[in-house]
């Protein structure tokens, strides 16, 4: 690979001068920055030298379409138009920026985290770098709120109404809340941050906050980041860091009074050093297809469990059911007993007024009418009984189909929760079978460097050895006429 010429390596050092300071993404009480421009890279090192001239104030320039690289270097200008610049443009300039930060920081922190292979913790460089990116994301376009000692601008206020839209939120703001060493409301939203990403559930709170516009209003001016759709973009964007594993101890951490600065450095690079391979290409599509197999997982098993509560709570009314069915079956047989014993009395007074004198007639007719009257209430009660048993027997055979139905249905889950499982072994053993071959590669280019170094030496001796030999020839040419001179000398003299 050749190397960049140093002419170019110094206009782009100088180029890169004014991003080391942080005026390039200016704090939000800070006076108002310049009009910036959008470097988009070339092919090879001269691409970034190529400056577009200035143009009359107007919107902000169109974004690059999907195939275009991403602009990997920001520039400001520093000359003036005449009549001042829009608070709009600039504004909207400011946004395109720090969306264009947020991509890079997001990307460079996904794949530096993949090829270390560990859990990060508060001291990995690209970490502490997308958090203060994020805090400059969230900070522009903020408005200030009169306080005793002054103004105060702070995005914890806006984090907190995250709670209330999303109701897991509410576990990691508690939590905030409890931390003793936090004593501003920007360590507060700083340590909301982190705790948000060890959750892995910082895009879903940021999706749920950028879509309540009407909310972020008291917080935020109409133009701001957070307003915007790039908002929504690097909510989208955030949706990446779910394969990252983070953990944080924010006890001894001082968040209150670190300085929240880009360090630009870590984002300008050559552009013919930047290579992509097919391998990363493919981890980080098993990686995708590992979490969507994964989350599948959880919702299937969410699934499981809700239907098993409904088991066993139709379990619990079947039980239930069972014996209200047997207290009503022996109400019918005790009723059943009743009707028989009333039968039997109604008959033996039937004989008994047939045979007794006629003045006994009245008083054993209004007896037996009290028993005929007895035994149609008695008659009309078994026959309610009977309903209530029909329509329980109804209810029983409900839900035993209904039981079958779920337990098909839990079979018929459980069966894809494996074959799931299958897929997802055979996903590890390919993520496996890839990472090998890449190391092998590796192993391989270096061989093969190693190989050109020898060869290139070898080339540089016999190139050292044959200018010897040249230098040899010509001493001996030298030499020859010399002799031949001094021949001619003596030829005369023998004549």
């Given at each position: 690979m050749a190397e960049p010429e140093p002419a170019d390596q110094a206009d782009r050092e100088r180029e890169a001068g004014p991003l080391a300071?942080?005026?390039?993404?200016?704090?939000?009480?800070?006076?108002?920055?310049?009009?910036?421009?959008?470097l988009y890279p070339g092919e090879g090192a001269a691409g970034s030298a190529a400056r577009p001239p200035p143009q009359p104030p107007r919107a902000w320039r169109t974004?690059?379409?999907?195939?275009s690289p991403l602009p990997f270097l920001l520039l400001s200008h520093t000359g003036g138009w005449a009549g001042g610049h829009h608070p709009n443009y600039l504004m909207a300039n400011e946004r395109m920026n720090l969306m264009n930060?947020?991509?890079?920081?997001?990307?460079?922190l996904i794949e530096s985290a993949l090829n270390l292979g560990r859990t990060l913790d508060s001291d990995y460089a690209p970490l502490q770098q997308f958090f203060v990116v994020m805090e400059h994301c969230l900070k522009h376009g903020l408005r200030a709120k009169k306080t005793f000692l002054g103004q105060n601008k702070s995005f914890w206020g806006p984090l907190e109404l995250v709670e209330k839209l999303v109701p897991e939120a509410a576990e990691i703001t508690a939590s905030v809340k409890d931390l003793p060493g936090l004593k501003t409301p920007v360590g507060r939203g700083r340590a909301w941050l982190r705790l948000a990403l060890m959750q892995k559930k910082l895009s879903e709170y940021m999706k749920a906050l950028i879509n309540k516009k009407e909310l972020l209003s008291e917080f935020y001016e109409p133009n701001a980041l957070m307003m915007e759709e790039e908002g929504a973009i690097i909510a989208g964007l955030l949706v990446g860091l779910n394969v990252i594993d983070a953990n944080f101890c924010m006890k001894g951490e001082d968040l209150d009074s670190q300085v929240g600065v880009i360090d630009f450095s870590m984002y300008l690079k050559d552009g013919n050093s930047s290579k992509g391979s097919e391998g990363d290409g493919q981890i980080t599509a098993i990686l995708d297809q590992k979490n969507y197999v994964e989350e599948l997982n959880r919702h299937l098993n969410a699934t499981v469990n809700n239907l098993q509560g409904k088991v066993d709570a139709l379990e619990k009314s079947n039980t239930k059911l069972t014996e209200e069915l047997a207290v009503a079956n022996n109400r019918i047989i005790t009723l059943q007993e009743e009707m028989e014993r009333v039968k039997e009395e109604s008959s033996y007074i039937l004989e008994s007024n047939r045979k007794g004198p006629k003045q006994d007639k009245t008083a054993e007719g209004q007896a037996l009418s009290e028993a005929r009257k007895h035994l149609k209430e008695e008659t009309q009660l078994r026959l309610d009984v009977e309903k209530e048993l029909e329509l329980q027997i109804s209810m029983r055979q409900e839900m035993e189909l209904a039981m079958k139905l779920l337990e098909k249905d839990v079979c018929e889950k459980q069966e894809a929760l494996v074959s799931l499982r299958q897929q997802l072994d055979d996903l590890r053993a390919l993520k496996h079978e890839l990472a090998f071959k890449l190391q092998s590669s590796d192993l391989g280019v270096k061989q093969k460097s190693e190989l050109n170094s020898r060869l290139e030496e070898k080339t540089n001796q016999m190139a050292a050895t044959i200018k010897q030999l040249e230098q040899s020839e010509k001493d001996l040419v030298k030499q020859a006429k010399t002799l031949n001179s001094a021949a001619n000398k003596l030829i005369p003299k023998h004549h």
């Open positions: 300071s942080p005026a390039g993404l200016s704090e939000p009480d800070s006076p108002v920055a310049a009009p910036f421009f959008l974004p690059p379409s999907p195939g930060m947020a991509k890079l920081s997001i990307k460079g």
